[in-house]
């Protein structure tokens, strides 16, 4: 039988290891991955071998040959350029005129193929796609079947949200060759993406077989790692080069041990390696061909290359060490060092944990390297969290590691392109963007600084100055020794989520562009660019309907910088304003309580007379609203509020966009006055992107945040707030009288501990075990005669969120916590 194997990928996120060397080379249990695969192959029958191959192809020619060493004809289809999975394959078409299996190079299994033949020819399908149940199941595509095998549906790589089940594609296929008339001939062409929905849009034979035994995809140094673990363990049926002298030690051809080493299995030791006096070796240690330890060494849960030399008193814990490296006499690398080939490594030098430490590199004896050298570092489990890149000011976010991730978003952008640039009044803030506009300006970047300015301010000058993107620094809201990175794109919006992963994988890689004198950034300071906002702000309302109604209103600034803004447009309007807190101070907005100033706001609206009260976030993206009498709206009643005044002032066929998080009464309101509700992801980014449609005239969050694209498709706490007096006085009503009006809310929230590898399997069973209508727009939302349940999966933390919302407050409890419990029963199940 025929089969390829896909040998052509560079893996970015192993290096250093494949800096010099193709993934499928790298040595598992000393032999190249792609060997075990070979052997797996042969086993099953698949003796004429296709492999196609792009990065540092020689290799992989140069080891395997023609095949015949390994009891099989092997041949070689080169990419030239970039033609993805299934281009690589069609490229190889020419010797694939029968029935064939396709399987990646790169990975770890001990899968029967001849159970997937099998199943393939019973079903009589075009396509059989492996299938493995994973942990995380976020970077892989998951594929949903029907009992019978059949594909019912696709998902590339989804977010936490989107995690329906954690059947994923392994990357092993058996087709037929009338496959190739689904692939195109000229450009990239994908399997997963471009071939196989054709095949099930189009109702062909596409079928899913769930495979039992092993599977790994060795795609980072962690996988690695554990791939190691999995195979010294028994769990992979695998052989392991070398005698088995006692249970779980394995010694190659010609070791020299001496008699006072101690060696702790389970533990490989590859040919010719020599192990020198009271050296020792801890369980999971694999050592490759010809390496030296020296007397005294002591090596524990590490994988050690051929070649490599490690002197008197070497201590490495839970490291990767390439080939051929020398580390000298008491020479130390901690947790997670991934050392390149032929590195140097001094006498008693440390490298701490999780560097990486790329090829040929030397340090120095004595130093203590606590930073990668070169590319790469282990960094946190995601750079960006939810709104942009967040921490601890000078502690998490240093000025250095500010430089860093502006670098990598001026990467993705054009030379000579132009940034918008802001800040709060914070020192914090100051500091790290003085390092971000560096950044900017050494990638040859443009920056356009508006020094201290609202965030809606910065998302307007991006878009009215026809900038590429901006960058605005901040202090968190309730956590004042924490800063945050917000990035938006060229509309002034957050960054995509594709567009993070982008900045994330610059970033850890260190691939940043560096321009020449000639080309570094310049740095422009706009002239007038809050007047400018602040009479766009004004036409994008009704003013003289507005200047009519002659408003008294009280407005709480909260020390932020929309008090530069706000008092301006308030004049344009003719109202009457009592400021509170009416300047930027750090002091104060770092000890401001917001339950507290509402509370005070709304006894200033009534002892005063006005309509109105609001208060404002320093950032000024969300608000809080205080009715005439007093009275605090609650985040969905303000949302409420805003539905109902613009459905009365101009019913339409129009369209609000709203998180699927929010209350169902929100769309009942909508439908009464001819309103179509879209649901979008929790993300504000997602939000964002929903309320930027056609038709779109209001999107809110459910966190005080309110969108009118109109004007700008983001959260503007100004513009949210000017239009709430637009609306009032469109419709000659109170506020208190549309609050007295609206519908109650009755909701309810529980996060429940989820580890991170049973998220896939809770938002799997919970789909399967669904006996309601599903919305799976983020997470699954199940509606039911008492209301409905939505379950989110926390990208950030091995918790899964609950929401509910029912008839009254205590059926909304209940049903969260029985939602709850059946996601506790699920982990428990899966724990057993």
Known sequence: MKAVIMAGGEGTRLRPLTSNQPKPMIPVANRPMMEHIVRLLHKHGFDDIVVTVAFLANHIRTYFGDGSEFGVRMVYATEETPLGTAGSVRNAMDELDE?????????????????????????????????????????????????????????????????????????????????????????????????????????????????DGYWEDVGTVDAYARAHRDLLDGKVDMEIPGFQVEKGIWLGESVEIDPSAKIVGPAIVGD????????????????????????????????????????????????????????????SCDEDVVLGDDCFIGEQAVVTSGVKVYPFKTVEAGAVVNASLVWESKGARSLFVEHG??????????????TRVAMAYATTLKKGATVVTSRDASRSARMLKRSVMAGLNAAGVHVNDLEVAPVPTTRFQVRSEQAQGGISIRLINGDPQSVILRFFDVDGLDISEAATRKVERLFYREDFRRVFPGDIGDIG??????????????????????????????????????????PNVLAKLGADVLAVNPFASTAQAISFDFATHAADVGTLVRSSGSQLGVVIDPGGEHLTLIDDEGRILSDTEAMLAFIHLIGLRSPTNGRIALPVVATAAAERLARSHGLEVVWAKLSTASLMEAVSGEDMVFGAGVDGGFIFPAFLPAFDA???????????????????????????????????????????????????????????????????????????PDPEAPTTHVWAEARTDEEARDLARRQGRRILQIVLSNNE
């Open 525 to 566: 300071y706009p002239p007038r660019a809050i007047e400018h906002y602040t009479t766009a702000v004004t036409t994008a309302v009704d003013f003289r309907l507005v200047r009519q109604r002659h408003f008294k209103v009280v407005v709480d600034y909260s020390y932020g910088s929309t008090a530069f803004v706000m």
């Open 389 to 402: 890149v967040a921490g601890l000011a000078n502690v998490d976010i240093t000025p250095e590691l500010a």
């Open 718 to 792: 100004t513009v949210a707030f000017i239009s709430m007096l637009e609306l009032l006085a469109a419709n000659e009503v109170k506020l208190s009288q549309v609050v007295n009006e609206l519908e109650p809310v009755h909701m309810a929230h529980e996060t429940v501990a989820t580890p991170w590898h049973a998220k896939g399997v809770v938002m799997r069973s919970l789909v399967e075990q669904a006996d309601h209508e599903l919305i799976l727009v983020d997470g699954v939302k199940e509606l039911r005669e008492e209301g409905w349940v939505l379950t989110v």
């Open 272 to 331: 010719y390696t020599r192990i020198e006096p009271g050296a020792r070796l801890g369980a999971y240690t694999v050592l490759g061909s010809n390496v030296m330890v020296g007397s005294d060494a002591d090596v524990e849960r590490s994988i050690i290359h051929d070649s490599v030399y490690m002197g008197q008193g070497v201590r490495i814990r839970g490291a990767v060490i390439g080939r051929s490296c020398d580390l000298r006499a008491r020479a």
């Open 99 to 211: 029935r064939f299996l396709v399987i990646s190079g790169d990975v770890l299994t001990d899968i029967d193929l001849s159970k997937v033949v099998e199943f393939h020819e019973q079903r009589g399908a075009l396509a059989t796609i492996g299938l493995t149940a994973v942990e995380n199941p976020l970077e892989f595509g998951i594929v949903i079947t029907n009992d019978d095998g059949s594909i019912e549906r696709f998902l590339e790589k989804p977010t936490w949200g989107q995690v329906f089940s954690d059947t994923v594609n392994n990357g092993i296929f058996m087709l037929e060759p009338e496959i190739f008339d689904f692939i195109a001939p000229d450009g990239p062409v994908d399997f997963s993406t471009d071939v196989f929905p054709v095949l099930l849009e189009q109702q062909k034979a596409l079928y899913g077989y769930v495979c």
